[in-house]
């Protein structure tokens, strides 16, 4: 059974009793955040953003089974970045799909922006995840958009006071769909002088309004080379003034620790040899179960990944060989129209296969393909630079979907088309 009071960033009685580890599997972003620089190869500095390197699912799976076995206290695995975990959603659901598996009564938390969770939540409530962060800054468009330089969804770009209502309105919508499953829920607010101190008591009561649970304030902290790098800092007189305002409406959060994107150990005091472990799982190369010797290919003509799964009536069946690897088959997709029916369909076919690569996948298809065990990797290039992903474990450079890839506009999500 989950014990959720042993999540020491929710419960100030666990702080020092039970530990916590980040899991950096989530690079990339769809909003830019004018306090935000995400770093890699930075063990120095301590803030969101930063980790010293990013892990594979299979890897972070690893890594967590290692340090379980180095602290029994570990009672929380999250996700946070070191971008958001929903810009990475095959990475971000896997991971958790893995370490599920592993550990029936591991707590699963989550750290995001907003923007792109509401997909993802009817699974993430089949998974147990029972906490999850939304940062939200303001209600206020108008206040919204001095916070963010651009926000990307469906790979549709918007700046200004559209950007500001898009993250909004998706933010809303998340946060009233993880309630709807009875997931707690902290509001994160980071506290910018001049734009949005004066409104942070607000901010608390509309959260609570939505349900959230509790809220977290966070001092900005300037960073280098971003917008707000010539800011101050808020006084911590400013901040206790602001927690106390925000208690009236909502329960305070008071012992953050800013946490890194690959933090681990006790909050506010990471464990000093948990960064040579990461380097090393980070440099490991993870064996695939060889039951399965098959990678499955969506593509139009048997050269590229290139084509969206829902639009694949046919995908190619690879398997390496000592000769290299060769075309074992063209395998028809179970036919559109019977909703996610077909994706349960498709995993059960592709049950000799240890991974498909795709030019684009949707939400449904991704999660309910991938509880079949079968690692999804989007990505456009040379099908041989996929297989040499999977068989050799070597870097893929091209995981991104490009818009002349995208499915066609008539696709409603209902497993008619691409899900």
Request: aromatic share 6%; net charge neutral; with cysteine.
């Amino acid at each position: 059974m989950i014990d959720i009071e042993k999540h020491p960033c929710f419960s100030k009685d666990a702080k020092g009793k039970y530990a916590r580890v980040h899991l950096p599997v989530a690079p990339k972003c769809n909003i830019q955040c004018n306090y935000c620089k995400r770093d890699n190869d930075c063990v120095n500095e301590s803030r969101p953003g930063v980790t010293s390197k990013v892990l594979s699912p299979e890897q972070a799976l690893i890594y967590t089974i290692k340090l379980k076995e180095k602290m029994p206290h570990l009672s929380v695995v999250g996700i946070a970045g070191p971008g958001d975990p929903f810009a990475n959603p095959v990475e971000t659901m896997t991971t958790l799909r893995l370490i599920r598996k592993e550990f029936p009564e591991m707590i699963l938390c989550l750290s995001s922006n907003g923007l792109n969770v509401a997909p993802y939540v009817d699974e993430l409530a089949e998974l147990k995840v029972s906490h999850v962060t939304i940062t939200m800054n303001s209600f206020d468009p108008e206040v919204t958009k001095n916070i963010y330089s651009w926000v990307r969804l469906d790979k549709r770009g918007y700046v200004g006071i559209e950007g500001a209502k898009v993250l909004l309105e998706k933010q809303l919508e998340a946060i009233k769909m993880l309630k709807m499953y009875g997931i707690t829920v902290k509001i994160n607010t980071i506290v910018v002088p001049g734009i949005n101190d004066q409104l942070v008591g607000g901010i608390a009561k509309s959260a609570k309004e939505l349900g959230a649970d509790l809220m977290n304030c966070i001092p900005l902290y300037p960073v280098a080379d971003t917008p707000f790098e010539n800011l101050e800092e808020p006084s911590p007189a400013m901040m206790k003034v602001i927690r106390a305002e925000i208690s009236q409406h909502i329960k305070p959060m008071t012992h953050c620790a800013r946490c890194r994107a690959d933090a681990v150990g006790l909050l506010g005091k990471d464990d000093p040899d948990a960064a040579k472990l990461l380097n090393d799982i980070a440099t490991m190369s993870v064996s695939v179960d060889e039951t399965r010797p098959n990678v499955a290919v969506a593509s139009q003509e048997g050269m590229l990944v290139n084509q969206h799964l829902g639009e694949a009536d046919y995908l190619y069946i690879f398997k390496e060989t000592p000769s290299g690897y060769r075309l074992v088959e063209q395998r028809r997709t179970p036919p559109s129209g019977t909703g996610n029916l077909r994706w349960e369909a498709l995993g059960e076919c592709l049950n000799d296969c240890r991974a498909l690569l795709v030019g684009g996948i949707g939400p449904s298809p991704s999660s309910i393909i991938g509880r079949s065990g079968i690692k999804i990797v989007e990505m456009t290039g040379l099908i041989d630079d996929g297989l040499d992903a999977i068989y050799k474990g070597k870097s893929l450079k091209t995981i991104k979907k490009a818009d002349v890839y995208r499915c066609g506009a008539e696709c409603s999500g209902s497993g008619t088309g691409c899900g």
